[in-house]
């Protein structure tokens, strides 16, 4: 296709995005990353376009992971096509980043909130991370938490081990500030908005540095976002009221704690970014994901 012919398909979709951008749907952000979704597989890049700058990548910590593997895999069959990643932050600021044209894609770990979604972006949803509670290796005996018993752990009514079956030891409890997005869910899933968070608990504003000293912290306990590397490392998690996270019962709405990761971009987006998009969320990209912990889309 040519140059010209490319501009005026990407004119066209931002013209069908725009006009529906303004229902209640669209600004909760579901029926946007659908819309989007859609509309990529009938764009096609033009030449032009990837041999050019780099796409600049930023945004939330979460999302870098799940971007990494589809530019690897998309970089096999396009290998002209350079990314940028840049230092990651939060999803406020890849919300920003694509506002103010530092990013090209800024990743997201929460659909934009409706203040956030004007008309210089859209949102995209690439797919579902898992949370999970993860406990030392040290607890023994305890393979499985209810959501009562999280609720109680975290408001300090439960605090040693032994009450659910487990050594007698203090639980060490470590949680992320109110402002991250796992803290969000955790209080949509189990906690609920009003529960008050003991004093004993340990507040980490970075996943990587809490992940990091649960691993070396006997007795202790998290919820994170589930990677592949908690494999290797000295921590077990837990399913949660006979649960454990997969593509069914994350499906199925039977394991109810998961990220959202998307990305959002400009209305305008170059015609490189959106062939990188168009094949993260094809069949194709979306298979990259197949033996990780991320559930994909046709499992959402």
């Known amino acids: 296709m040519s140059t010209s012919k490319t501009l005026q398909l990407v004119n066209s979709v931002e013209l069908f995005i725009r006009s529906f951008i303004r229902t209640p749907l669209i600004k909760h952000g579901l029926l946007a990353s659908l819309l989007l979704t859609s509309c990529l597989k009938d764009i096609a890049p033009s030449s032009a376009d990837l041999s050019g700058d780099p796409i600049k990548i930023g945004g939330s910590a979460e999302t870098y992971e799940i971007l990494e593997l589809f530019v690897k895999a998309y970089q096999t069959q396009s290998a002209n096509t350079q990314f ?87 639980i060490i409890l470590f949680d992320f500030t109110e402002d991250e997005n796992e803290k969000r869910v955790l209080r949509e899933t189990y906690l609920g908005q009003d529960l008050k968070i003991t004093p004993n608990a340990v507040v980490f504003p970075e996943d990587d540095e809490l992940v990091e000293t649960a691993t070396i912290t006997k007795f202790s306990m998290a919820t994170v976002v589930y990677e592949q590397n908690l494999d290797d490392l000295p921590v077990t998690p837990l399913s949660i009221d006979g649960v454990i996270p997969s593509a069914q019962t994350i499906q199925s709405g039977q394991y109810p704690m998961t990220l959202p990761l998307g990305v959002v971009l400009n209305k305008q987006p170059s015609s490189s970014t959106l062939a990188f998009l168009k094949f993260a969320t094809s069949p194709e990209g979306q298979q990259t994901l197949s033996g990780t912990s991320y559930v994909p889309l046709e499992a959402n």
């Open 84 to 170: 940028d990643f840049l230092p990651p932050s939060q999803t406020s600021g890849g919300i920003q980043g694509v506002k103010s044209a530092v990013l090209d894609i800024g990743g997201v770990s929460r659909i934009p909130a409706p203040e956030e979604s004007d008309e210089q972006i859209t949102y995209l949803r690439l797919a579902n991370a898992p949370l999970v509670v993860i406990v030392h290796n040290s607890v023994t005996g305890i393979t499985n938490i209810t959501g009562e018993h999280i609720k109680a752990i975290y408001s300090g009514q439960i605090t040693n081990w032994k009450d659910l079956g487990g050594p007698d030891a203090d």
